[in-house]
């Protein structure tokens, strides 16, 4: 990676995310497979990916953290206690550690790691098709730097203060099943109205796509692209005024705001 002093990067937790966000940076050329340690409770986890992306898996947590230089933290939340309370003793102050942990802030962090250097990030399950939306916050210029680059390599970055990221995720870090659930209500719609389940299924995710598509490669925004997509009187108009009468908008802005509730409850235990 260009970011000088940080070579090595050690990931915990070889699950969804953190294989989904180092398999795309290798695949960009962002890092070498063979500059990558891998650390999983479930050791197996660990070889087989080490095996996928040439890397090494690490035989204990002491060996992850003595040979990084970045650890790329991405274990589960209610994991985080326990695994702090082991790192802690080998992590050095001139170490970096990016976390993904929904809900855990910087300070959070760093309260259960020590005095590293942490970036906090909040990136989605696009990662595993290299179409996440990575949000980073922290205060050390060079580890927010490496973490742009790293998770460039499966997706979009924006950087955000921290006040923002129980919102974010709540926006995009949940925000995939928000979509998945929408396409599967279209679907259920097809199957019920007797059109075969695959090509239900089809229609919804297609139409997902070609919108998501459109939104992104269009000047305008999307307010103004469904305005124009929703003929007077037509069908669209009579979808939409029914979804407005129902409330369906602040139904979801509740919704919303019960994920972000939720990540501040992350972080209270
Ligand atoms: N999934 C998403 O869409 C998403 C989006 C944004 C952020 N995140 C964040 O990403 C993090 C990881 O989520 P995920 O979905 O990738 O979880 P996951 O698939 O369960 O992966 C976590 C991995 O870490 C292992 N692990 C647990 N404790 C460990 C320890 N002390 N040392 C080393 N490995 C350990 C787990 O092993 P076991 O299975 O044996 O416990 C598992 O293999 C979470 O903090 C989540 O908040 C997730």
Redesign the pocket.
């Known amino acids: 990676m260009k970011k000088r002093g940080f070579n090595k990067i050690g990931l915990?937790?070889?699950?969804?995310?953190?294989t989904s966000i180092i398999e795309g940076a290798c695949r960009k050329g962002i890092l070498k497979g063979t500059a990558i340690a891998i650390?999983?409770?479930?050791p197996a986890?660990a070889r087989s990916f080490a095996k996928a992306i040439r890397g090494k898996a690490a035989h204990s947590?002491e060996a992850l953290i003595r040979g990084s230089d970045i650890l790329l933290l991405?274990?589960?939340?209610q994991?985080f206690p326990?695994?702090a309370v082991e790192a802690k003793k080998f992590l050095e102050k001139k170490q970096g550690v990016i976390s993904?942990?929904?809900g855990f802030t910087v300070e959070k962090i760093r309260q259960g790691l020590g005095p590293v250097s942490v970036v906090r990030a909040?990136?989605?399950?696009g990662a595993k098709v290299g179409g996440a939306m990575t949000a980073i916050t922290g205060q050390d210029k060079m580890l927010l730097g490496a973490a742009a680059e790293i998770f460039e390599g499966c997706g979009e970055v924006v950087t955000l203060p921290e006040n923002a990221f129980d919102d974010v995720t709540a926006m995009s870090?949940s925000g995939?099943a928000y979509f998945f659930y929408l396409m599967e209500l279209l679907t259920d719609f097809g199957v019920k109205r007797g059109i075969p389940a695959k090509v239900a299924a089809r229609l919804a995710i297609q139409t997902g796509l070609g919108a998501a598509l459109l939104a992104k490669n269009s000047a305008d925004s999307c307010a103004e692209l469904r305005q124009k997509v929703t003929s007077k009187k037509g069908t669209t108009e009579a979808a939409l005024k029914m979804l407005m009468k129902k409330r369906f908008g602040k139904i979801f802005q509740s919704a919303l705001a019960a994920a972000a509730r939720r990540s501040r409850q992350l972080r209270a235990k």
């Open positions: 915990v937790g070889a699950g969804n995310m953190g650390y999983d409770k479930f986890k947590l991405a274990i589960k939340p994991d326990d695994f993904i942990l929904a909040m990136p989605n399950l870090g995939p």
